[in-house]
């Protein structure tokens, strides 16, 4: 199974994500890195994604290709990240096939009402609880 996380910026969320999934589904999933920026990838490999790529382009490219996506909220908000997610990318993100997994985090531009007030652990832990249910349903 190939689950795509996505991040931007200096990548430190979704290097978080993929420490968390490497240690407790190990190698049985594919994880492919994909940062708005070269830095976020690097930082996402350091923590143990099996391959990256970087950019609006790479991003369309290997979503098409993914079971699962795993990201924060701004994924789907064009030009949210400081700019770094174009429209084409949160379009390309919200209409691919692959199952998405959004974390919701605060937005400067956006009030998203109804988000909880979790630390970033609690909601990381929420994800796996969604990715081993991702997980157990694929393998049924």
Excluded: W
């Amino acid at each position: 199974m190939k689950i795509a996380v996505i991040d931007g910026l200096g990548g430190g969320f979704g290097s978080q994500i993929i420490n968390r999934i490497k240690a407790e589904f190990a190698d049985k999933l594919d994880i492919i890195a994909l940062g708005t920026n070269a830095i976020a990838t690097s930082k996402m490999l350091q923590s143990g994604a099996n391959s990256g790529a970087t950019g609006e382009n790479a991003l369309i490219l290997n979503i098409k290709y993914v079971d699962l996506i795993v990201g924060p909220v701004g994924l789907i908000i064009p030009n949210s990240m400081k700019g770094e997610i174009t429209t084409v990318m949160a379009e390309a993100i919200t209409s691919c096939d692959a199952k998405k997994i959004i974390i919701g985090m605060k937005q400067p531009h956006v009030k998203l009402v109804g988000l909880s007030k979790k630390s970033l652990n609690e909601l990381i832990e929420d994800l796996l609880v969604e990715i081993r249910s991702f997980v157990k349903n694929q393998n049924n």
